[in-house]
């Protein structure tokens, strides 16, 4: 049973470069995110998927766009990468709101 | 929205003795209360949590309090080992008018000396 499963693990940009960065979960949950983590500030939503077919804006989400392909994946793309989206990017899903989120290992972005 | 404090940000305990994480919550319609444990590389696992109905949960050697009335909660690990080093991340869940929203604490990076 792999979870939840994030592509690629490290990556690095220039300024203005576009990526997107993949998440997929076997667990048959309604629910997927996408958090990245910055030192001293935890972890923040950049926007959620309630169910299939749905996306809303978390805390964080300029700079960002996201696709609910199907159940089971979630993307994250940057259209034009800035230096300030250099971070760690985690993406997690969950059966349902609240209750306990399974985070992928993570994705090492560097923009310079 | 809601707001979560978490202290201390870094903890030093030897093993064997305890260790307690503190953190305080912002919105009174908060209702849950999850621990998140982070270690290194990886990406951030459930330990324990609480619903605002009950005061206090424990697990083996974690457990949890809730206070609403204070509004704060603590993850308290007894007899420490050195696994239990890694960081901690508390977290709190509202729902407001229709919106589910989970907001995490700052994180606490706690070793744990042998």
């Known amino acids: 049973n792999a979870g939840v499963t994030q592509t690629p693990k490290f990556q690095v940009l220039k300024t203005g470069q576009s990526m997107t960065l993949q998440c997929a979960q076997d667990?048959?949950?309604?629910?997927m995110y996408w958090y990245r983590q910055d030192p001293g500030m935890g972890l923040r939503l950049i926007y959620y998927s309630a169910s299939e077919g749905t996306t809303d804006k978390g805390e964080v989400p300029n700079g960002y766009n996201v696709s609910r392909l199907n159940k089971r994946e979630f993307s994250l793309r940057l259209e034009s990468a800035a230096p300030s989206q250099t971070s760690v990017y985690f993406c997690?899903?969950?059966?349902?709101?609240?209750?306990?989120?399974?985070f992928g290992e993570g994705s090492r972005l560097t923009v310079l | 929205g809601e707001n979560v404090e978490q202290h201390p940000s870094t903890l030093s305990v030897q093993e064997g003795d305890s260790a307690v994480i503190k953190c305080t919550y912002s919105?009174?319609?908060?209702?849950?209360f999850p621990w998140y444990k982070q270690e290194l590389g990886k990406g951030p696992q459930l330990i324990i949590d609480i619903r605002s109905n009950v005061g206090e949960k424990k697990d083996q050697r974690i457990a949890v309090t809730l206070n609403k009335t204070a509004k704060h909660f603590s993850l308290h690990i007894t007899e420490t080992q050195p696994e239990d080093s890694a960081v901690y991340f508390c977290?709190?869940?509202?729902?407001?008018?229709?919106?589910?929203?989970?907001?995490f604490g700052t994180g606490t990076r706690l070793t744990i000396i042998p």
């Open positions: 977290a709190a869940h509202t729902l407001n008018f229709g919106n589910e929203k989970l907001t």
């Open positions: 997690a899903s969950s059966v349902r709101q609240p209750g306990e989120l399974f």
């Open positions: 667990m048959n949950h309604n629910s």
């Open positions: 919105d009174s319609a908060s209702n849950y």
